[in-house]
């Protein structure tokens, strides 16, 4: 590993100063010069040869300037090669680390689960029939949700007059459909829905609030029907929290919708 290393180091030298000696930009104009200058005291030095000898002069005087340079840049790239390497290496790491904490690092989807759609029918022990309405969590990467909670931050009564009806003062927890925790770890790949509101067939002209602590207004507001914007956000332990909003129609046990807004 050490001698492949250094290896590494000296062909990559050997390329720097080969390129650095074809006179380009940069710290090849310093080569270029000193070849003129160079070239320059040749010709002085001849006292003004020819033409064609002051030609072959300079050539040799390149060249030989060329031989003797090579050295001197090889063993500078070879002294600073090290240090630009680890550089470049704990660089290509860090990226590397960034893209696997991207990749890794756990991210909540919120949606509505076909056919049903956020409106979900259960039978109850009794024989009468429950709708709840609901929003399906699930982890968005590979990576568990831990400690997850789901809330209610928003729900607007959209009035006929194009005004709006605040019910909700703050955030409050929704419940987890048949879970009795506030907070609760989600498998990759594993979707859990957080309940809203429900109603029974029993009475079917009243509709129940599913949050955590009740609230005085939401209950007795939420039953006029008609339309309404449902906002919810969901948290989770080292994940981005994500905010949902929701068109939500109640006419009855037999006329409720829960639509994403777009």
Known sequence: MRRSYWSEVHHRAIREAMHALSL??????????IVAVTAIGVIWITGN??????ELLIR?????TIMLLFPFIYFWRFVTIPPRLHEEGATQVQSLENKLAEITAPRIRVLLVPPENG????????????RYVQFTVTPAADTPLVDCEARLESVERLNPDGTLTELVEEHIHCKWSNYPLL??????????????FFVNDR?????????APMKIRLPTEIQTKGDYRV?????????????????FHWGGFDDITLTPEA
């Not at 380009?24 to 080569?31: K, L, N, P």
């Not at 040869?49 to 002051?54: D, H, I, R, S």
């Not at 040799?60 to 030989?64: D, F, G, Q, Y």
């Not at 981005?240 to 909003?245: C, L």
């Open 119 to 130: 409106v979900h029918s259960y039978p109850c022990t009794d024989g009468s029939l429950s």
């Open 49 to 54: 040869p020819g033409e064609a000898g002051g």
């Open 183 to 196: 907070k609760i770890d989600i498998r990759p790949k594993v979707q859990h829905r957080a309940n809203l």
């Open 24 to 33: 380009d930009e940069g710290a090849r104009g310093v080569i270029t010069i």
């Open 60 to 64: 040799i005087a390149v060249t030989a």
């Open 203 to 211: 009475n079917e002209n009243e509709l129940h609030v599913e949050t």
């Open 231 to 247: 906002r919810v956000n969901v948290s989770a332990k080292d994940a981005p929290t994500y905010t949902a909003s929701f068109l």
